[in-house]
Antibody, heavy 121, light 110 residues
């Protein structure tokens, strides 16, 4: 059974930093691209970042470019999101998600339970 | 990076069919058959219910179906049941190796 367990969320002041982690199990982590998706309170889902299976390619939504860094450690089966220069607009539940296993694989077939990041003064 | 357009809410009576639309552009929905749909109950993580426009993962009810025409994708729920009351999100791969979600649709079972 695929499991994704996020951690690292919390309360931080504007301009601060946090690092989120997502520990994966139940599948061969190094074979799959991974994603971070966030959801602001009462709002919809928003793709934040992607990383290829090898870690060699990374992508970001415009609003976090230059502030967030996605990375992975296949020896630890762990995905990370380093978040710097946080603003109140970054307040959200952050989910990690796994690339799909079927068809074109252009979907997210497993999600973690999410970790809440609150940015406030 | 504009979001895909979904109706904010759709409602129906038990047993009826409802359809949720998801409108994008020629750079996302119109360009790729990479549309997927997710169901999210309050306080829970999203769950994949449709991938590659019209395919259901194993274990997902056959009452859920997906389609696409041009820049618009659709999710149909047939034989609406109380348990289908939830939020639904579409997403599509977009050129430039990015992704875009719809704003979400709240389905109410009357």
């Amino acid at each position: 059974e695929v499991q994704l367990l996020e951690s690292g969320g919390g309360f931080v002041q504007p301009g601060g930093s946090l690092r989120l982690s997502c520990v994966a199990s139940g599948f061969t982590f190094s074979n799959y691209a991974m994603y971070w998706v966030r959801q602001a309170p009462g709002k919809g889902l928003e793709w934040v970042s992607s990383i290829s299976d090898s870690g060699g390619n990374t992508y970001y939504t415009d609003s976090v470019k230059g502030r967030f860094t996605i990375s992975r450690d296949s020896s630890k089966d762990t995905l990370y999101l380093q978040m710097n220069s946080l603003s109140v607009e970054d307040t959200a539940v952050y989910y990690c998600a796994k690339r799909g296993s079927r068809g074109t694989q252009f979907h997210y077939d497993s999600w973690g339970q999410g970790t809440l990041v609150t940015v406030s003064s | 990076q504009s979001a895909l357009t979904q109706p904010a809410s759709v409602s129906g009576s038990p047993g009826q069919s409802i359809t949720i639309s998801c409108t994008g552009t020629s750079s996302d929905i119109g360009a790729y058959d990479y549309v997927s749909w997710y169901q999210q109950h309050p306080g829970k993580a999203p769950k994949l219910i449709i991938y590659d426009v019209s395919y259901r993962p194993s274990g997902v009810s056959t009452r859920f179906s997906g389609s696409k025409s041009g820049n618009t994708a659709s999710l149909t729920i047939s034989g609406l049941q109380a348990e289908d009351e939830s939020d639904y999100y579409c997403t599509s791969y977009r050129s430039g190796s990015t992704w875009v979600f719809g704003g979400g649709t709240k389905v109410t079972v009357l």
